[in-house]
């Protein structure tokens, strides 16, 4: 590490790292992170083994609805996964699908930010604000606005007809195409704004060194662009796929058909319309671990250790 | 390199449309004429503007998630700060553990979260309301906040601190005076963060919410029966205001860069 003698020629300035390795002990750090902690201890983790054990109630024979008696009855997640695997499925796939749209809309959009406009800071400080511009203005608004839109008597459905794209008869809402897009659209930002600030960091002189090396466009990107910009790539992915996994706004409002439903709905009806705790409960149970795996086998195949 | 070089602007041009055709859709139709259900255009009026309270329901609706939002902001900023300040100052114990329960929440989509906290409220047979919301709000936005800030304190020159302890400035009087100044500007850029995302919050309020109305929800419910234009204002209007802020904050910024660089 860097050893600076300074003028009297005794101290010499320990680096950051030296500093921050030998980490002061004692009580004050204890006081800082034990209310934090406490409220994340009662209100995330023991939430989460609330459910687990909810998940296991049992209804005893004669109860009403919504009355269940704590018991370990691992035939409800056998229940919950038979009636519902194609709406769990159906929700990663969408979420699949979304989270690869989004990166590749979103991978130009931080590209022409972060790079092709370095040179107009005013031109990029505007588009900057722009791109956070959604996080200002209340996200159900604009799926519903998304919905009024794609309407049938709206605008581009009627276009679209005329044009014979969409049959006569045929719907932009309520369809797969539908909730997909508005998956897209609302984690959108969440994929940009991590891949923006790694390409900030692009050196471009870079990508004119290959290019004068000979390297194709193509291969450039391949080599220069895209692994310089990998971790913003797996963070906006992640934080593109998980929430729209469990999102249910999006198919509530611009699906509402049974060839849309996502998993999210089903949570929440099992919770407010059938009074089904237990089986809510194991659902999202399901939902929960099957996202940390898929996670933990992406971070373990993708991963670099900065994010974590 | 021909291809590349429309491709980019073609393609993120259209993105950031596609990204602000709502929004604008969201303006527009708060000028709509429109009677009790904003779908389609009826014919230009200020009255929405004039009158924003003048649907029922969405001015109450909107001071109880202005409500919700301050105070979850106010509890998660503090308690955040202080995790994220012990955890890169202070040795510890079940350091991984630790970190675990901050991360956790992150990667853990929203109905669940909304499920467990309503499954610990049923069981502790709390009634869903204003308190549970704040809660459910809190922690979700600590975790934002933590890790916010604990980027800032780590990227701190702790030699900034030990500079102004040799000049004997107590350890407290060193901290105010020159660590969080330092620290402040990315304690309110998560404060701001947290406002945001708890204002916006529609999937984890439902869950705990009970009768208690808010924004996020008062649309929801009323997204079958037609919004009513006034909300379109209110959704604008925060939208103005939002950007407003931060394009304040970017010239004040600017300003003081060119200052310092006058020095």
């Known amino acids: ?308 | 390199m021909k291809l590349g070089r429309w491709f980019v602007p073609v393609v993120g041009g259209l993105a950031f449309v596609y990204l602000l055709v709502p929004i604008v859709y969201i303006f527009v139709f708060s000028f709509n004429d429109a009677g009790r259900t904003n779908l389609e255009w009826r014919g230009f009026t200020w009255d929405n503007w004039a009158n924003p309270c003048g649907a029922p329901a969405v001015c109450e609706s909107l001071a109880n998630s202005l409500q919700v939002g301050i105070v979850a902001t106010l509890i998660a900023t503090a308690l955040g700060t202080c995790i994220a300040l012990g955890l890169v100052r202070y040795k510890f114990r079940f350091r991984k553990l630790t970190d675990v329960l901050i991360i956790l929440p992150l990667a853990t989509p929203e109905v669940v979260l909304g499920a467990s906290l309503l499954a610990q409220f049923l069981n502790l047979g709390w009634e869903l309301g204003y308190w549970t919301i704040v809660i459910a709000h809190t922690v979700f936005c600590m975790s934002f906040v933590i890790v916010t800030v604990r980027a800032r304190v780590s990227s701190l020159d702790p030699r900034l601190e030990e500079a102004a302890a040799d000049l004997y400035a107590s350890p407290r009087l060193a901290f105010w005076k020159v660590t969080f100044p330092l620290l402040l500007p990315g304690i309110v850029a998560a404060a701001l963060l947290s406002f945001a995302m708890s204002f916006d919050d529609f999937i984890i309020t439902n869950f705990n919410s009970g009768n208690f109305q808010t924004f996020p929800k008062f649309i929801y419910v009323s997204a079958t029966r037609g919004i009513p234009a006034q909300a379109n204002v209110i959704g604008s209007a925060m939208f103005i205001i939002a950007l407003l802020v931060v394009i304040i904050g970017q010239i004040i910024s600017y300003r003081k860069k060119k200052q310092l660089e006058k020095i």
Do not use: C
């Open chain 1, 1 to 308: 590490m860097t050893q600076t003698i300074t003028k009297s020629g005794l101290s010499d300035l320990r680096s950051k790292d030296e500093i921050r390795a030998e980490r002061r002990k004692g009580r004050t750090g204890v006081y800082l992170v034990a209310p934090g902690l406490l409220v994340l201890a009662l209100f995330f983790a023991l939430p989460v083994v609330v459910l687990l054990a909810m998940s296991l109630y049992v209804k005893p024979p004669g109860a009403e609805i919504g009355e269940f008696v704590p018991g370990f009855e691992i035939g409800n997640y056998a229940t919950v996964l038979s009636a519902y695997w194609p709406e769990l499925l159906r929700s990663f796939g969408f979420a699949l699908i979304a989270t690869v749209l989004a990166l590749l809309i979103g991978f130009p959009m931080a590209y022409l930010v972060a790079v092709r406009l370095r040179e107009k800071p005013l031109l990029q400080g505007i588009l900057l604000v722009l791109l956070i511009a959604p996080f200002f203005s209340s996200f159900i608004l604009r799926t519903q606005a998304w919905k009024q839109i794609l309407a049938d008597e709206g605008f581009i459905a009627q276009t679209l007809k005329f044009v014979a794209i969409l049959p006569a008869d045929g719907h932009l809402t309520a369809t797969p195409f539908a909730v997909v897009a508005g998956l897209t659209y609302n984690f959108l930002p969440f994929m940009v704004l991590p891949i923006y600030a790694n390409l900030g960091r692009l050196d471009t002189r870079l990508l004119e060194a290959a290019g004068d090396l000979y390297a194709s466009p193509v291969n450039s990107f391949a080599k220069i662009t895209l692994p310089m910009s990998a971790p913003g790539i797996f963070a906006g992915t992640l934080l593109t796929f998980i929430p729209a996994a469990g999102d249910y706004v999006n198919a509530a409002l611009l699906g509402n058909n049974r060839n849309t439903t996502m998993i999210g709905q089903v949570i929440d009806s099992r919770f407010f319309k059938v009074i089904d705790y237990p089986g809510a409960a194991a659902l999202s149970f399901i939902l929960m671990l099957s996202i940390l795996i898929l996670v933990t086998i992406y971070i373990r195949r993708f991963g670099t250790k900065e994010l974590m």
